[in-house]
T-cell receptor, first 116, second 116 residues
């Protein structure tokens, strides 16, 4: 089955700096890669996702890049703010809508701390 | 609140007791997933439904676990003869899996189970 590795496990940055979190996946059939942010005691919240037909996607201060050949994808957060502090999870799935498998395989998580 | 809801939010039980959790998905969503999350880890897939049909079960789901989605709306997850190792956060997610839109999953707040 799919295996997703995530690094680093903890990341500490100063407010205004950029943060990068990297994930690798093992199943070349995976084609959907979401990122979730989870604050302490809260539900995982989708912050951005990318499908394998594109190499990069951006939403304001957040961007995700995908390298299918190397089977890795990364989350980039620019101009970090203290409220970005949380645990971030990457995930992968084989996703083709109505006929997809759908289940997400998650990475181990990255604890991001943004110091004011 | 039109998001995914779960009940109860917290459950404390004694080893050997049975527990049942409920998940109410976003109303038009046809897929419903159950995941388990232990402290410091990413969510792990347990099972999922498309409408009423249970399409996949993880090997993590022992015979003591059963899930239903009788009318294709809410779902229940029952754990029989609970063990201390069952202590975890049980997360539900739902999605509208259509071929042209993929399968973006939205999570509920979870039920935290503590087995004494």
């Amino acid at each position: 089955g799919e295996n997703v590795e995530q690094h680093p496990s903890t990341l500490s940055v100063q407010e205004g700096d950029s943060a990068v979190i990297k994930c690798t996946y093992s199943d070349s059939a995976s084609n959907y890669f979401p990122w979730y942010k989870q604050e302490l005691g809260k539900r995982p919240q989708l912050i951005i996702d990318i499908r394998s037909n594109v190499g990069e996607k951006k939403d304001q201060r957040i961007a995700v890049t995908l390298n299918k050949t190397a089977k890795h994808f990364s989350l980039h957060i620019t101009e970090t703010q203290p409220e970005d502090s949380a645990v971030y999870f990457c995930a992968a799935s084989i996703n083709a809508g109505g006929t997809s498998y759908g289940k997400l395989t998650f990475g181990q998580g990255t604890i991001l701390t943004v110091h004011p | 609140d039109t998001g995914v809801s779960q009940d109860p939010r917290h459950k404390i039980t004694k080893r050997g007791q049975n527990v049942t959790f409920r998940c109410d998905p976003i109303s038009e969503h046809n897929r419903l997933y159950w995941y388990r999350q232990t402290l410091g880890q990413g969510p792990e897939f347990l099972t999922y439904f498309q409408n009423e049909a249970q399409l996949e079960k993880s090997r993590l789901l022992s015979d003591r676990f059963s899930a239903e989605r009788p009318k294709g709306s809410f779902s229940t997850l029952e754990i029989q003869r609970t063990e201390q190792g069952d202590s975890a956060m049980y997360l539900c997610a739902s999605s509208l899996a259509l071929r042209e839109f993929g399968d973006t999953q939205y999570f509920g707040p979870g039920t935290r189970l503590t087995v004494l």
